[in-house]
Structure formats: C-alpha cells, structure tokens
C-alpha cells in the first residue's frame, strides 16, 4: 500500500502458491487419450465375448487360445478386449463364473463349495475371497436371500 491507501502494483508480489494456481488455471486440462476402437474390431471383441458366454469349452480358455482362434496376437485381443468392454479377457471371464455361481447360490440348489467348483475354483477359500472381492459379500449370504 502507498501512502493514500491504495495498492500499488509495483509492491505486489504473488506468492508461490499464487503463481501454481493461476499457472494451473491457465494452462489447459488435458484428459488421457482413449483409444479409438475400429468396428472390425468392435465385431472381433464381441465374438470373444460371444464365445465366452456361450460355450462351456471357452468359459475357461486361455486367452492365448481365444487369440490363436481369432488370428490375432494376445496383445492385440487384450488390446480390442479392453477398450471394447473396460476389462481384460480373464477378469471378463472370472467375472462370468462368479455371477453363474451367484445365480446358482441364490437358487439354493447348490452348497457354497459346488458353487465354487462349478465356478473353476478348486479352492473354497479361493472362491470366497474372490466372491467377496467381486461383489462386496460372502457366497455364504447368498444361501440367505
């Protein structure tokens, strides 16, 4: 302040704090590119996927062998898969088993381990970390429902 009580400019000095939030709000917000997906590519992902939920050989493939089946490189279907339906082609897959083994709990035909088994789990604990992990409750609650 000058001695009339006004602000002089020349005596203003901004402080470090000041200067990153106006450098941040000057420079412009840039957001993660996403990749562009190509319609054949669209059709190639969804043939996995197809494959996937509906045959019993192919709830279980590797995606080595998915890849194998499509001519493409496993890269390249985690690459389509991914962009396509937000996830890779295993967490797809397991995410399929475990709501086939919800489905199956909540029609009380079927004990927590056959779920489990049915769901490619070959351990009880495996299935149940995974079950809760996935949808925030234990298989066990579902016999409850």
Avoid at 26 to 51: E, F, H, N, Y
Avoid at 113 to 125: D, I, K, N, P, V
Wanted: proline share 6%.
């Amino acid at each position: 302040m000058d001695l009339t009580g006004r602000c002089s400019v020349a005596s203003w000095s901004p402080t470090p704090q000041a200067l990153r939030t106006t450098n941040e709000e000057v420079r412009p917000q840039t957001l993660p590119a996403t990749p562009q997906v190509k319609d054949r590519d669209m059709v190639r992902a969804s043939m996995i996927r197809d494959r996937i939920l509906t045959s019993e050989e192919h709830q279980s493939a590797t995606p080595q062998r998915l890849a194998q089946e499509l001519g493409v490189s496993e890269s390249t279907l985690q690459r389509l898969f991914k962009a396509t339906y937000g996830m890779s082609v295993m967490t797809f897959q397991r995410t399929e088993r475990l709501n086939a083994a919800r489905a199956l709990l909540m029609e009380g035909r079927l004990t927590v381990g056959e779920a489990g088994y049915r769901a490619g789990y070959s351990s009880l604990s495996n299935f149940s970390s995974a079950f809760q992990r996935t949808f925030g409750y234990p298989p066990s609650a579902c016999l409850r429902r």
